[in-house]
């Protein structure tokens, strides 16, 4: 089955810097990947998500980058701010399975 | 999302005792799950199911069970053979199994031991 790794496990990054996470993943049919950010007791969100068909997606100050012979993809957010400190979780899944595979998380801290 | 409900929001069981987490939908999605998340870690998968009166032992089956007699519903069981229930529980659905959509998570229930 698929395999997915997320580091780091931890970030802290000063209000206003980059942070990048990154997660691999074994399985090379895997073609769909969200990013899902959960707040302290709260629901995982979906924040952003990629298929396989894209390299890039961006929304605002957040961006996802898939490099799939590599099999690896990333989350930058840039401008960090206080509100984004969170659990950020890597997932992988692919057609006709819909079966969700999580990295084990990043609690990113974004110091004022 | 306002779809997805979990109750209760916390709960308790004594030793022996086997608790029923509910989990509904109002999303129409076809897909359901449970994940089990402990402090500090991500979401182990328990049980799918991708249509009614079906569904699939995910990683971690062991000492739960599962029903889908309804679209909108898909009720977690722990039961007296999982030994460390006391977990984070989290409950998903997906819209569609052949165009790859997100899941959408409840609210969660939080599981503690007496």
């Known amino acids: 089955g698929e395999n997915v790794e997320q580091h780091p496990s931890t970030l802290s990054v000063q209000e206003g810097d980059s942070a990048v996470i990154k997660c691999t993943y074994s399985?090379?049919?895997?073609?769909?990947f969200p990013w899902y950010k959960q707040e302290l007791g709260k629901r995982p969100q979906l924040i952003i998500d990629?298929?396989?068909?894209?390299g890039e997606k961006k929304d605002q100050r957040i961006a996802v980058t898939l490099n799939k012979t590599a099999k690896h993809f990333s989350l930058h957010i840039t401008e960090t701010q206080p509100e984004d400190s969170a659990v950020y979780f890597c997932?992988?899944?692919?057609?006709?399975?819909?079966?969700?595979?999580f990295g084990s998380g990043t609690k990113l801290n974004v110091k004022p | 999302d306002g779809g997805i409900t979990q109750s209760p929001k916390y709960l308790f069981r004594k030793e022996g005792q086997n608790v029923t987490l509910s989990c509904e939908q109002n999303?129409?999605?076809?897909?359901m799950y449970w994940y089990r998340q402990d402090p500090g870690q991500g979401l182990r998968l328990i049980y799918y199911?991708?249509?009614?009166?079906?569904?699939q032992k995910g990683d971690i089956a062991e000492g739960y069970s599962v029903s889908r007699e309804k679209k909108e519903s898909f009720p977690l069981t722990v039961t007296s053979a999982q030994k460390n229930p006391t977990a984070f529980y989290l409950c998903?659905?997906?819209?569609?199994?052949?165009?790859?959509?997100?899941?959408?998570f409840g609210d969660g229930t939080r599981l503690s031991i007496l």
């Open positions: 997932a992988a899944s692919r057609d006709n399975f819909n079966k969700f595979y």
């Open positions: 399985d090379s049919a895997s073609n769909y």
């Open positions: 990629i298929r396989s068909n894209v």
């Open positions: 999303l129409n999605h076809d897909a």
């Open positions: 199911s991708q249509i009614v009166n079906d569904f």
């Open positions: 998903a659905s997906a819209r569609d199994r052949v165009k790859l959509e997100p899941q959408h």
